[in-house]
């Protein structure tokens, strides 16, 4: 049977666990009391014996011994324990404290023990007040945010078949305002115009406005942005009539969005502005049904993530009172008392039991999903409200050994094969090492990866860092460290199989220009598999990353999320692969395998300048996510971190160019910007990226939270990210290779980056894991569409 220790630790919401009941604690002070209570030993009670015989005994020993007896009788009916109510002082707020009488007023250990219970009821019963008005709050402004959105969804179709019906009259126009105050789509802003229109429309135009008034929309002067009241007058004629707005706020998080802003802005602040006391507003932007459609998912998203938090909420009120009867239960066990029936009695009248809102709003969320987002289809809305998560399948974990074996002993053949045949060679290997091996490299890397990948999902999994939460993973979809393990193995048992064919082929005497292509039919399967638009082999997660490839590629035009973040760090690490992947394109589209002329690539002007846009491009991505970030949350830090990937950009154009020009002027650039960038880089790894080296924590040189309890692997993993920081070394050192030595050397060093990639990825969510807890956060802040004009 499992301990409730274990269970509860398993099943706390991580974000939430310093809320929690702080069951460990409390089992440490029962612990104290049975300490205390245990009998003495033989030797004590003879001593004991021995002082009353010598000073003799009391008449009244057995009147104490009666009442005793009898005291200890009743104590099981009688109310041992009394818990009173009392406000808190300077708050509204009630708080817990139990008095203790009769039997334990004189005993320390019961009284520190009721006094650590009080406290964790205050703690868990006002956290749960704080999170259940956030909530309620939140629910309130969708309600709002709903009511506005089907009177759009009206205005629009009424304002349609008005114009089908009826073209002389003037119809309501919708333009957006340019502006955009946070750098999103949030310059739509529609305006109802005035003009001089019939009295039947000009009062259904009122009506309108006053239907969505009652909703909290603000109608503002658009040039102006002040108030105005239903009625009230903008200007001294009808020609000067003020422009209603209402403001809708779709995030800039599409390359069209993203330019729709910015040339608005730019529109507005070159040729706008000197002519403010014109009432003309700008802006040929319709508000249509694809931007209705924006905000109905942002505000569909937003019922999600608030249903996902109201269940969070009732996970937190039913693990805490299991906490609390748990407990109470030991201690009964422990001081031979039944004390559990009052206090539980007090547990349940509390708050974070008693109250029924945050399941009444559940249940008022699912009606109206199934409303307004599923067409009335209740499983539809649980498919959206309660995905289900994926059953974990023992067929993964047999595939994952099956294909590990297969792998190990087909690389031995491999192994074996290339030993005989001399491919390695320094006089018959070098065809093979320049034109063949760089596309196995690929592979190899790319495998390494992603077995690093399984190795970091292991870890956030044992140590309860909710990555899907902090990636904004679907957890239907999600992979697994299984899933990754077992493509891995997949990936590397077809590539090292392959391998060992060409080899064979290659040994059987058939022509070279055939066996050489096994490499690039290999490539054009997984590309097929990447692409593959059936639902097998994780389609979810392979469209995702694409989608992640996409947003990395046309940075900073997407909006930046931390995932894209996270995969373009992955990239910088992924240099040698890409240029790898550039010379086996050069391999198959320059026709090298069938003339095994490999200068072919290595000699052309075009190819030499591509390596530098290839060394480039991975820091030239996430230099513009930071570009994107400083622009939307002017943090400055964003601009600091920018100017750590242009460090990196500048060391690895230095050390390119040293490659090709040894000369002393090289070699000291080299080591000047390769020693600043490394600096650079160490500096943002501990402090920023990992949270360490803070002088004032009580862990010294690391933070106050710590999730690993070994505080020596910290040191350790500092010490490991400052050796393989510094590997460039080996590229300025003066060391003479021959061919094979070299690329093999190469890839190795490729590797050890990987590596400290792999290493680095868990401080790194780790360190954000601790900043979520900090928050807690364990809810995704959404933003809404709609909202009054005169915020900004």
């Not at 994780?538 to 995969?567: E, G, H, Q, W």
């Not at 590596?755 to 401080?763: C, V």
Request: net charge positive; hydrophobic share 40%; proline share 3%.
């Amino acid at each position: 049977m499992v301990k409730f220790s274990k269970e509860l630790e398993a099943q706390l919401i991580p974000e939430w666990k310093e809320a929690f009941v702080n069951y460990w604690q409390l089992k440490k002070q029962v612990k104290k009391i049975k300490l205390a209570r245990k009998p003495k030993p033989p030797q004590q009670v003879a001593n004991s014996i021995n002082t009353s015989s010598e000073f003799g005994f009391s008449i009244f020993d057995p009147i104490r011994s009666y009442f005793s007896s009898a005291r200890s009788s009743s104590s099981t009916t009688a109310e041992i324990i009394k818990v009173r109510r009392k406000m808190m002082a300077g708050s509204d707020h009630e708080v817990y404290q139990t008095d203790l009488v009769h039997l334990f007023s004189e005993e320390d250990e019961v009284k520190a023990f009721f006094e650590k219970l009080d406290g964790e009821l205050n703690k868990v019963n006002q956290f749960y007040m704080a999170k259940e008005k956030e909530f309620m709050q939140r629910g309130d402004i969708l309600n709002k945010q709903l009511d506005i959105l089907m009177d759009l969804k009206r205005i629009l179709s009424e304002n349609r078949r008005r114009v089908k019906s009826s073209s002389n009259n003037s119809s309501v126009s919708w333009s957006s305002s340019p502006r955009s105050s946070d750098f999103s789509e949030s310059g739509l802003e529609s305006e109802l115009t005035g003009g001089e229109t019939p009295k039947s429309e000009q009062s259904e135009t009122e009506e309108v406005i006053a239907a969505l008034e009652k909703n909290g929309v603000s109608f503002v002067n658009s040039n102006t942005r002040t108030k105005m009241k239903k009625g009230g007058s903008g200007g001294n004629n009808n020609n000067n009539k003020p422009k209603m707005a209402l403001r809708v706020d779709i995030p800039a998080t599409t390359p069209t969005r993203t330019i729709t802003a910015v040339t608005s802005m730019l529109w507005e602040d070159l040729i706008n502005n000197p002519k403010k006391g014109e009432s003309g507003g700008g802006g040929g932007d319709h508000i249509n049904r694809k931007k209705i459609q924006c905000a109905e998912k942002m505000i569909r998203s937003a019922f999600v993530e608030l249903y996902r938090g109201l269940g969070l909420l009732k996970t937190y009120s039913s693990l805490n009172m299991v906490a609390f009867t748990k407990i109470l239960k030991k201690f009964d066990k422990v001081a031979n008392q039944q004390a559990s029936p009052s206090y539980l009695r007090e547990v349940k009248k509390s708050h974070f039991i008693s109250s029924d809102k945050a399941v009444r709003l559940m249940d008022e969320v699912e009606c109206i999903f199934t409303k307004h987002f599923a067409n009335n289809d209740r499983k539809k809305t649980m498919k959206f409200l309660r995905p289900q998560q994926q059953k974990e399948s023992h067929m993964v974990t047999f595939f994952v050994g099956l294909f590990t074996g297969c792998f190990v002993s087909l690389f031995s053949v491999y192994a074996i094969l290339a030993h005989l045949s001399g491919i390695f060679s320094p006089t018959t290997g070098r065809s093979y090492v320049e034109t063949v091996y760089p596309v196995f490299s690929v592979f190899a890397l790319l495998s390494l990866h992603l077995f690093m990948y399984g190795c970091n999902l292991f870890m956030w999994k044992a140590t309860r860092i909710n990555h899907n939460f902090i990636f904004e993973f679907q957890p239907s979809n999600s992979l697994k460290y299984r899933d990754s393990f077992l493509i891995c193995t997949t990936f590397m048992t077809s590539v090292v199989g392959a391998m060992v064919i060409h080899l064979l082929l290659r040994a059987a005497g058939f022509s070279p220009s055939q066996v050489d292509a096994i490499p690039g039919v290999l490539i054009l399967i997984f590309i097929a598999l990447l692409i593959c638009p059936f639902d097998i082999l994780y389609r979810p997660t392979r469209y995702y990353f694409l989608r992640i490839m996409r947003n990395i590629a046309c940075s900073p035009l997407y909006k930046v999320l931390l995932v894209d973040i996270f995969m373009a760090d992955q990239l910088t690490s992924q240099i040698p692969l890409l240029r790898h992947m550039e010379s086996t394109a050069c391999y198959f589209i320059a026709g090298t395998f069938k003339t095994h002329r490999y200068e072919t690539c290595n000699s052309g002007k075009l190819y030499r300048d591509l390596v530098y846009l290839i060394s480039f491009l991975p820091y030239y991505w996430r230099a513009m996510q930071c570009l994107r970030r400083y622009i939307e949350e002017s943090d400055v830090n964003q601009l600091a971190n920018m100017g750590k990937y242009v460090s990196a950009m500048l060391a690895a154009g230095a050390r390119l160019t040293y490659a090709k020009k040894e000369n002393h002027l090289w070699f000291a650039i080299v080591l000047v910007t390769s020693a600043f960038a490394t600096i650079y880089q160490l500096y943002w790894d501990f402090v920023k990226d990992w949270g360490l080296l803070n002088p004032k924590s009580k862990n010294k040189w690391l933070r106050d939270d710590l999730i690993l309890k070994n505080k020596s692997i910290y040191y350790m993993s500092i010490g490991l990210n400052v050796v393989l920081r510094v590997a460039w070394v080996e590229t300025v050192m003066g060391f003479r290779f021959k061919m094979v030595e070299s690329r093999m050397l190469d890839f190795f060093l490729a590797s050890l980056e990987v590596i400290r990639r792999g290493h680095w990825n868990f401080y790194r969510l780790e360190n954000e894991h601790v900043s979520n807890v900090g928050k807690c956060k364990a809810v995704k802040p959404v933003t809404v569409p709609f909202r009054d004009a005169d915020s900004d």
